[in-house]
C-alpha cells in the first residue's frame, strides 16, 4: 500500500509548471501591497490576506509533493533540495507581509483586523511574534540560507538513519526491522538486537553527534538573533503555552514516577527475572502474535465507527484511496507521521508497520492525525496546522479508542498483556519523552560542542529517574538518543507528546464514565477548530482548565488507576521453572477484580 501523490501533482514536470505560474503570481502580490499596508481599506487587507493565504496554500502543496518523494526514497535528495530552493524563492515575495504588519501603528492594525474577524487570531499572533522578527533584508538572508542550515543536517540526519545497517543473523536490517525486535519474546533476540543497535550508533557516533551539536548551535544562534530567552522559548511560543505550564507538566510527571517504577517492578516478577535490564523494557507478557495490515486496518475501522461513524468514513477513504504509505523498504525514511498537505489534496500516512500489535496502535495514532488534520481544513490553511500540544491530542485519543475496543474484546487471558502494553506505550508517550525534554535542556544549556559521551551520560542520567531501581540501563543503551528524529527536525517538540497523554487520559475518563452527554460533538468540534483558537481555550470546552492544579492530576489518576489494576490481576502469576517469558491462566482472576479501577 503506498502513496497516490497524484493528489498533488501527476509529475515533477507538473509541479514545476505550477511553481512557474505561482513565481508570477507570488512576484505580483509584492509588487501590489509591499510598502502599501498602512494605506490599504479594510476591504483591501481582507483581499490581500485571502490572497496571501492562498498563494501560501499553494506552496506548501508544491514543498509536500517534494518532502513525500523524499520520505519514500532518501536518494532523492536532489529532488528535496531542488524544491526546497524554489520554495523558499517563492516565500521570499511574501515575507514583508508580517513584518510589515507588525510595523504598522497599534491603532492602524486594530482597525485592519476589526475588517478581516476569520483572521483576528492569525493576526493577533503575529503581532505577539513581533519582538522576535528581524528586518526584512535580515530575513530574508535567513529565509536563503536555511537550505543549507540546520535545515540540511535535518536532511543529512534522514539519509544516515535510511542508509545505516544492523547486522543480526547474517541479515542487514534496517532501523525500523532492529527495533521491532526489541519487543521480541525471546530475551535472547531482545539482548542481542539492543547490542547490535547499541553498537552500530556508537559506530556513527562521529557524524550524528556532529548533526546535534549543529542542530544545538543553530538553536543558540536563533536565540541570540531573535532574543528568545532560551531555545524552548520558540517552541512555547508556537504552541501558544508558556514554560510554566511545562514546568508544572515536567514537576507532575516527574512527582509520579513511582508508577512505571512500581509496574517494572512488578512486569519483573511476572517474567521471573532477578533482574530487568533495558533490554525487557518491551518484552510481551504473552506470545506476542503477529498481526496482518488488514486484520489491524479492520479493528481500527470499527473501533472509530463505534466512537463516531464520522471517524470511520475519514479512515476509510484513507485506505482505499492512497493517503497511507504502509511497508518498510529500502531508503524509506524510518519513524511514522501523518503530514496534512493541503486542503486541495488530503494527509499523507506514513508508517513502516512490521506486523507486530504495536502497529496497529501506530496505524490508530497516525489516522488520529489525519482525521484531525481533515477536518481542521475547514478552518483555513493558516489554521490548519495546530499548536503541537493539541495536535498530538487526536493521535492518543484514537490510540485509547482503539486500545479500548480491543480490551472489550479480549479473552480473559489475554487482559493483562493488552494492559501492560498499554501502560508501557503511555510510558513512552509521557515519561519517556518528558526525559526526552529534560535531556534537551540539559543538551541546550552545554556551552560550546559537547562530546558523544557527555550527551550519552546526560541521557543515561535522565533515563534512569523514570526507572528508579526496577530497571537496569545497561551500556548499550548509552547511543541511544542518537536515533531520536524529533531532536533533530523539531527540537523540544517532545513534552506535547506528555502533554496530549495526560490531557487524552483526563478526556477519555469523561467519556468511557458517560460525564459528558453530547462528547462526541464536542470533541469534532474540538478537531474541526485546528488552530484557530489557543489550547486554553480549546481544552475548556470539555469543561477543564490547563492553568488549574488539579488538571495534571486527573491524567496521572487515570494512570495510576491502571497501574494497580495490572498488579492486581498480576498478583498471582508465575513463570514455568525455566523462567520463560510465560503468565499462568486468568481464569481464576474474578469478574470483580476485572473490573477494579
Not at 543558540?220 to 505550564?245: D, G, S, V, W
Not at 512488578?266 to 535490564?277: D, E, T, V
Not at 547511543?479 to 517538540?493: E, K, L, Q, V
Request: aromatic letters at 14%; a neutral charge; hydrophobic letters at 40%.
Amino acid at each position: 500500500m503506498n502513496w497516490d501523490l497524484k493528489a498533488l501533482f501527476k509529475d515533477e514536470r507538473e509541479c514545476e509548471n505550477s511553481a512557474q505560474n505561482l513565481a508570477i503570481e507570488c512576484e505580483n502580490f509584492s509588487a501590489k501591497f509591499k510598502g502599501k499596508l498602512s494605506n490599504l481599506s479594510g476591504d483591501e487587507f481582507l483581499g490581500a490576506l485571502k490572497e496571501l493565504e492562498n498563494l501560501s496554500e499553494n506552496i506548501e502543496k508544491i514543498a509536500t509533493y517534494a518532502y513525500l518523494n523524499f520520505a519514500t526514497n532518501s536518494k532523492n535528495g536532489g529532488f528535496l533540495a531542488k524544491f526546497e530552493k524554489i520554495c523558499n524563492d517563492l516565500q521570499s515575495n511574501l515575507l514583508f507581509f508580517e513584518i510589515e504588519f507588525c510595523d504598522l501603528p497599534e491603532q492602524t492594525a486594530r482597525n485592519l483586523i476589526a475588517f478581516a474577524p476569520k483572521y483576528e487570531y492569525y493576526l493577533n499572533l503575529v503581532l505577539k511574534s513581533a519582538s522576535h522578527k528581524l528586518n526584512l533584508n535580515e530575513e530574508l538572508v535567513l529565509l536563503k540560507s536555511s537550505n543549507v542550515g540546520v535545515r540540511a543536517f535535518a536532511r543529512l540526519f534522514d539519509e544516515t538513519m535510511a542508509r545505516m545497517k544492523f547486522k543480526f543473523d547474517g541479515k542487514n536490517l534496517n532501523e525500523e526491522q532492529i527495533l521491532s525486535l526489541l519487543h521480541d519474546k525471546s530475551r535472547k533476540v531482545r539482548k542481542k538486537a539492543t547490542e547490535i543497535l547499541g553498537k552500530t550508533l556508537n559506530k556513527n557516533a562521529h557524524i550524528l553527534t556532529y548533526i546535534f551539536n549543529m542542530v544545538k548551535t543553530d538553536a543558540q544562534n536563533e536565540c541570540e538573533l531573535r532574543h528568545y530567552e532560551a531555545p524552548e522559548f520558540a517552541m512555547h511560543e508556537a504552541n501558544q503555552i508558556t514554560k510554566n505550564t511545562i514546568d508544572a507538566l515536567i514537576n507532575a510527571t516527574q512527582n509520579s514516577f513511582n508508577l512505571p517504577i512500581k509496574f517494572y517492578k512488578q512486569k519483573r516478577k511476572i517474567l521471573g527475572f532477578k533482574k530487568l535490564y533495558d533490554y525487557d523494557r518491551y518484552a510481551p507478557l504473552n506470545d506476542d502474535e503477529k498481526i496482518e495490515f488488514s486484520e489491524a486496518k479492520r479493528i481500527v475501522l470499527d473501533a472509530f465507527g463505534e466512537f463516531n461513524p464520522r471517524f470511520r468514513d475519514i479512515a476509510t477513504r484513507a485506505f482505499d484511496e492512497g493517503w497511507i504509505d504502509a511497508f518498510s523498504r529500502e531508503n524509506k525514511i524510518s519513524g511514522a507521521f501523518s503530514h496534512s498537505a493541503v486542503k486541495s489534496a488530503h494527509p499523507y500516512v506514513m508508517l513502516n508497520f512490521t506486523q507486530n500489535r504495536r502497529d496497529l496502535f501506530t496505524l490508530a495514532h497516525e489516522l488520529g492525525h489525519a482525521i484531525h488534520q481533515f477536518l481542521s481544513y475547514e478552518a483555513g490553511f493558516f489554521y490548519q496546522n495546530t499548536p503541537l500540544t493539541t495536535a498530538e491530542t487526536a493521535s492518543v485519543f484514537c490510540e485509547m479508542i482503539v486500545f479500548d475496543y480491543v480490551l472489550k474484546r479480549a479473552k480473559t487471558a489475554d487482559k493483562s498483556a493488552l494492559i501492560a502494553a498499554k501502560l508501557e506505550d503511555i510510558f513512552a508517550t509521557l515519561y519517556r519523552q518528558i526525559s526526552f525534554t529534560t535531556f534537551e535542556r540539559r543538551f541546550h544549556a552545554q556551552n560550546g560542542e559537547i562530546s558523544h559521551e557527555q550527551l550519552s551520560q546526560i541521557w543515561l542520567e535522565e533515563s534512569r529517574k523514570m526507572f528508579g531501581d526496577a530497571l537496569v540501563l545497561t551500556k548499550n543503551y548509552a547511543p541511544f538518543w542518537s536515533y531520536i528524529p524529533h531532536f533533530i527536525h523539531t527540537p523540544f517538540y517532545c513534552y506535547s507528546y506528555g502533554f496530549a497523554q495526560l490531557f487524552v487520559l483526563a478526556i477519555f475518563g469523561i467519556y468511557k464514565h458517560k460525564k459528558c452527554e453530547n462528547f462526541t460533538q464536542i470533541y469534532t468540534q474540538f478537531l474541526r477548530a485546528g488552530g484557530s483558537k489557543s489550547p486554553n481555550e480549546l481544552i475548556s470546552l470539555f469543561g477543564l482548565d490547563l492553568d488549574s492544579d488539579e488538571f495534571w492530576q486527573l491524567g496521572l489518576d487515570e494512570i495510576c488507576a491502571l497501574v494497580d489494576e495490572f498488579c492486581a490481576i498480576n498478583s498471582g502469576k508465575f513463570v514455568n521453572e525455566n523462567g520463560e517469558n510465560k503468565i499462568a491462566n486468568l481464569c481464576q482472576m474474578s469478574g470483580k477484580t476485572e473490573g477494579k479501577k
